[in-house]
């Protein structure tokens, strides 16, 4: 009577290494998915800025309408443009997320296949791309979120509207004298001119300070990957 072998089979020691049809064509549809989200939040993006420019333009309407204006909505404006910048920088994580999934598909799995390298597993992109699918999460702080967006478009914002407010102060009604004049024009109620003055230099350093810490934070970030295949 012949004995039943009972030995289980072995697991296959190697991993697959390619992609079969059906999922480069899932792939190109997930692509399709994240370039899709990317866009759309991107039109978030430029809906806040678009806020902080109207904003920023009544402002500038109210404050040279007249020489005896006061310069008031400048301030204002810079407070309201902060939020603005608040509120991009938390929907620009969002958009981070799925332009870094974008991205990483375009150089890792579009750009071997179109210079005839053939797309592999093994490169560490797919493992990557899982682990995000897996555990999502965001890729950058949100100091570095405000970062981005203060260098890249609201330091402009800041810059008009600091420009703008002083030379309000300069000009009218009539061009600056004396010191005193100035401290006089900035006042604001029973605030005196002097700590107002103050802390408008204090609020435009403050952003300053966030946009060059964050720039060094982001080039040392840069150096600790060294890798290509890397997303945020």
């Not at 012949?2 to 059906?22: I, M, Y």
């Not at 309407?61 to 407070?79: K, N, Q």
């Not at 390298?117 to 490169?123: H, I, K, S």
């Not at 300053?208 to 600790?224: C, G, N």
Request: charged share 20%.
């Amino acid at each position: 009577m012949a004995l039943r072998d009972t030995q289980q089979p072995a697991p296959p020691t190697t991993q697959k290494l390619e992609f079969s049809a059906a999922e480069i064509g899932a792939l190109a549809h997930l692509y399709r998915g994240e370039v899709y989200r990317s866009t759309a939040w991107r039109t978030r993006l430029d809906s806040t800025t678009n806020w902080a420019v109207v904003t920023t333009g009544i402002a500038l309407s109210a404050t040279f309408s007249s020489a005896e204006a006061s310069p008031l909505p400048m301030v204002l404006v810079g407070l309201i443009v902060s939020v603005f910048l608040l509120f991009e920088a938390r929907r620009y994580r969002y958009f981070n997320v799925w332009r870094a999934r974008a991205r990483l598909l375009e150089t890792d799995f579009y750009a071997p296949m179109i210079r005839g390298e053939g797309v592999q597993l093994g490169a560490g992109w797919a493992q990557l791309l899982a682990k995000d699918y897996c555990d999502p999460r965001y890729h950058i702080s949100f100091a570095r979120a405000i970062g981005r967006r203060l260098r890249r478009t609201y330091a402009w914002i800041f810059v008009i509207q600091a420009v703008a407010y002083y030379g309000k102060l300069a000009i009218h009604p009539t061009p600056l004298a004396t010191l005193a004049d100035l401290w006089e024009r900035a006042a604001i109620g029973p605030i005196p001119g002097g700590p107002v003055v103050a802390a408008g230099v204090l609020f435009h350093g403050a952003w300053a300070m966030l946009a060059l810490v964050t720039y060094r934070i982001e080039i040392a970030s840069r150096r600790e990957r060294r890798s290509l295949i890397a997303m945020g």
